[in-house]
């Protein structure tokens, strides 16, 4: 606790007015409620990303709710007991439910999920369940790689051209059942898509492109003070807390510092030739980075 209320201190100092907290599974984080009422006390908007398992256990979520964060975004992973155990280790899936029920009564949240290998043929389930807990928006991304304990972790990914047809297949159903409330965080070229496709996302207001990294609009805290480009990013940390920075001041130097800026610059350039001259580039910005880091882009990405 008190490294996250020195962090605290930090961002305060940095003019920063919301927090995202996020996991792993941040209320298995036993200061969570303690740390909301300090971010309440220091005037800064906080929002949780959770499961929302715990909440599902009466004793929890009647604290909780006495300091709650100001935003809940609910995380959806499973679609079934059987998936539930099966992908998130989550024993009762009931309890999920009505988890889930009880955050999108109180806060009006809507349900993510994550278009991954394991849930790939069931996104029509998985909406029925957000439907079923009561969310009246959804929002869906692709799996990203991420890089932790030296390894790559890939094991949710699922091939570009997979992804495209799963998702461009169950689009209408889930749509007709959200009404339209549907926001799609594309993370992928938008040239691997079929172009009617993006043309009605965009129309409707459904396509969210480009990352907090990408658009330089957040901070990621690690739980070690690590300063990370990406929560997906653990393994290369920007800074880290008394080593590289130990103030707002000292942060936004080490941000401006050559070596920084070149690291963004190289993360954040364009992952083919065809990205330069694309109408879509400002939009699309190649999509994720470290989508490159497992996929040969030359070979993926067709040019808008
Ligand atoms: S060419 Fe590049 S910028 Fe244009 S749509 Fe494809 S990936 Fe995005």
Same mark, same amino acid.
């Given at each position: ?166 998702? !461009?297949?169950? +689009?209408?159903? #889930? &749509? ?10 594309? %993370?992928?070229? *938008? =040239? ?68 920084? !800026?070149?690291? +963004?610059?190289? #993360? &954040? ?10 109408? %879509?580039?400002? *939009? =699309? ?20």
């Amino acid at each position: 606790m008190d490294l996250a209320l020195r962090l605290l201190a930090i961002t305060r100092d940095m003019g920063i007015k919301n927090i995202t907290i996020i996991g792993g599974e941040p209320t298995l984080w036993k200061h969570l409620m303690e740390f909301n009422v300090e971010c309440r006390k220091a005037g800064i908007k906080t929002t949780l990303v959770t499961n929302a398992y715990r909440f599902g256990n009466n004793d929890y979520w009647r604290q909780y709710v006495d300091k709650p964060n100001d935003k809940i975004g609910a995380s959806l992973k499973a679609f079934s007991s059987d998936s539930a155990m099966r992908i998130a280790k989550i024993h009762d899936f009931e309890i999920l439910k009505i988890g889930l029920h009880r955050v999108v009564s109180r806060f009006g949240s809507g349900i993510s999920f994550v278009c991954n290998s394991f849930v790939l043929n069931d996104l029509l389930p998985l909406a029925k369940v957000a439907y079923e807990c009561g969310a009246r928006s959804i929002s869906i991304s692709p799996c990203t790689p991420s890089f932790s304990k030296g390894e790559v972790d890939t094991s949710g990914m699922v091939p570009l051209i997979d992804l495209v047809e799963n998702i !461009v297949l169950q +689009y209408d159903k #889930i &749509n007709d059942l959200f009404a339209g409330q549907l926001m799609f965080s594309i %993370k992928t070229p *938008l =040239c691997i898509w079929p172009k009617d496709f993006i043309e009605k996302l965009t129309e409707r207001g459904q396509l969210r492109t480009s990352c907090q990294f990408q658009h330089r609009s957040g901070i990621i805290f690690g739980p070690k003070g690590q300063i990370m480009a990406c929560n997906s990013m653990a393994d290369f940390p920007i800074g880290i807390i008394d080593e590289n920075y130990n103030s707002a001041e000292s942060l936004i130097k080490l941000f401006n510092s050559p070596t920084v !800026v070149a690291n +963004y610059n190289y #993360i &954040n350039s364009y992952p083919s030739e065809l990205c330069i001259d694309c109408p %879509k580039a400002s *939009l =699309c910005r190649g999509g994720c980075p470290l989508m490159w880091a497992v996929y040969n882009a030359k070979e993926s990405i067709p040019g808008w």
